[in-house]
């Protein structure tokens, strides 16, 4: 989980660390570990085997659950089965995930087109009675409740928007007035947004989280995944600078999926879930709250 436009971390990943877990985990033909572009949220790299292989390893200083690392494996798996590709998982541990590598995205309108059509296919094929998952996972470092509930409204009103008023970050950063806006948009939500059925998303669907297979098609990593609104994952693509090729996506995939013409009207209202996490996690927040100010505006009453 990060932000396109946020700038690379201050301090180089330990990865010293990574090579030592990785050792400890039975993989001691791990020779040396490379930087690798990621997240904010974990230290990533890229092991070196002694027979020329590599692989992609994340780890967290200090993870912030037992299950973090199972639950991203349990949905890479899931996004998988659906017929998205994904890395293979190599090995579990409460405090490493390790997973093959894949290869850089191509910057070419080719390329997003078969993402428009494998994202199409997963939120299309995959339609379910409830929103939430089985279990709670992990968006970065801090848990996404994925309580089963029969309203989509209410879903993302309880577990994806006012569930972060409650992180120590967010209440810094939003004063009364915008904690108030926000109770009064997840209020108006039916008004606001149209009915749709849950389905399964990746979650966390950024251009960082899109990589490409051997053969040069999309390839999605890092999820948060759950059965809620297909637009959780149009929004982050849609709100987080993606790259000029990639505009072909979007028609694309609203065609493919017979979205109506205001969608794009939407895009802020749904990303504000992102926004919240991202205040909640990382300081700076990238502009996150501001962000979610100006979104949550209209939405203030007057006294």
């Known amino acids: 989980m990060t932000d396109p436009d946020a700038p690379a971390a201050a301090a180089a990943p330990d990865l010293s660390l990574l090579l030592d877990r990785l050792h400890a985990a039975g993989l001691r033909d791990v020779v040396a570990v490379d930087p690798a572009p990621g997240g904010q949220a974990a230290t990533a790299g890229l092991a070196r085997r002694s027979n020329g292989g590599s692989l992609f390893v994340k780890t967290f200083a200090e993870p912030p659950s ?10 890479l798996a899931a996004l998988r089965d659906a017929g998205a590709a994904t890395p293979e998982v190599v090995v579990t541990h409460p405090d490493l995930l390790v997973l093959t590598t894949l290869a850089p995205r191509p910057a070419t309108e080719a390329f997003w087109e078969r993402l428009a059509h494998t994202l199409a296919h997963l939120h299309t ?7 939430g998952w089985h279990q709670d996972n992990w968006l970065g470092r801090r848990r996404q409740v994925n309580t089963w509930t029969d309203d989509g409204f209410e879903f993302f009103a309880q577990h994806r928007l006012l569930r972060w008023l409650d992180e120590p970050k967010v209440r810094a950063a939003l ?26 998303v990746h979650g966390d669907l950024w251009a960082g989280n899109v990589l490409a297979t051997p053969d040069g098609g999309p390839a999605l990593i890092d999820p948060a995944v759950s059965y809620t609104w297909a637009e959780i994952d149009l929004a982050h693509l849609w709100t ?64």
Do not use: K, N
């Not at 037992?66 to 949905?75: I, K, L, Q, S, T």
């Not at 806006?181 to 606001?192: K, Y």
């Open 66 to 75: 037992d299950d973090a690392f199972a639950a991203e494996a349990e949905g």
């Open 125 to 131: 094929s995959t339609r379910h009675a409830r929103f």
């Open 175 to 200: 004063d009364a007035a915008d904690r108030a806006a926000l109770e009064h948009l997840c209020e108006r939500l039916p008004e606001l947004l149209p009915e749709r059925p849950a389905c399964l």
């Open 240 to 303: 987080t600078a993606p790259p000029p090729e990639a505009h072909a996506f979007f028609d694309l995939y609203a065609d493919l999926t017979g979205l109506d013409a205001g969608w794009r009207d939407r895009m802020p209202i749904v990303q504000l879930r992102q926004h919240l996490a991202v205040i909640a996690q990382f300081e700076p927040d990238w502009g996150a709250a501001e962000t979610t100010r100006t979104t949550l505006a209209p939405f203030r009453r007057r006294r």
